[in-house]
């Protein structure tokens, strides 16, 4: 039996965060910048497999909206199993909590 395999799917917000977080960084270390988008990108596309294994937004308690963290940077997604999708709703710092809407 093949393996289920989710699709990706970066919100419009979610994008702006990453790149509004790289660009803040990269003003004092370009490198940093570079190392964290690179690494939130691949760390996100893993979860193509196993989308469920991360744990659940705390500020949520909603099995599909998890959270991926790249310290010190969450990543919140939402899993929509029956579209074998995964859409990333935002990036934010890890001492924030996700606002309610």
Same mark, same amino acid.
């Given at each position: 039996?093949?393996?289920r395999e989710?699709?990706?799917?970066?919100? =419009? *917000? /979610?994008?702006?965060?990453?790149?509004?977080?790289?660009?803040?960084i990269r003003r004092? =270390? *370009? /490198?940093a910048a570079l190392r964290l988008y690179d690494d939130v990108s691949k760390k996100t596309n893993l979860l193509r497999h196993h989308p469920l294994l991360r744990r659940i937004a705390p500020e949520f308690q909603n099995r599909f909206l998890r959270e991926l963290v790249v310290s010190p940077y969450r990543v919140i997604?939402?899993?929509?199993?029956?579209e074998s999708r995964i859409e990333v709703l935002a990036v934010v710092h890890s001492s924030r909590l996700m606002p309610e809407s």
């Amino acid at each position: 039996m093949a393996k289920r395999e989710y699709h990706v799917y970066w919100t =419009q *917000p /979610a994008a702006a965060d990453l790149l509004e977080t790289a660009a803040f960084i990269r003003r004092e =270390q *370009p /490198a940093a910048a570079l190392r964290l988008y690179d690494d939130v990108s691949k760390k996100t596309n893993l979860l193509r497999h196993h989308p469920l294994l991360r744990r659940i937004a705390p500020e949520f308690q909603n099995r599909f909206l998890r959270e991926l963290v790249v310290s010190p940077y969450r990543v919140i997604y939402r899993v929509l199993a029956a579209e074998s999708r995964i859409e990333v709703l935002a990036v934010v710092h890890s001492s924030r909590l996700m606002p309610e809407s």
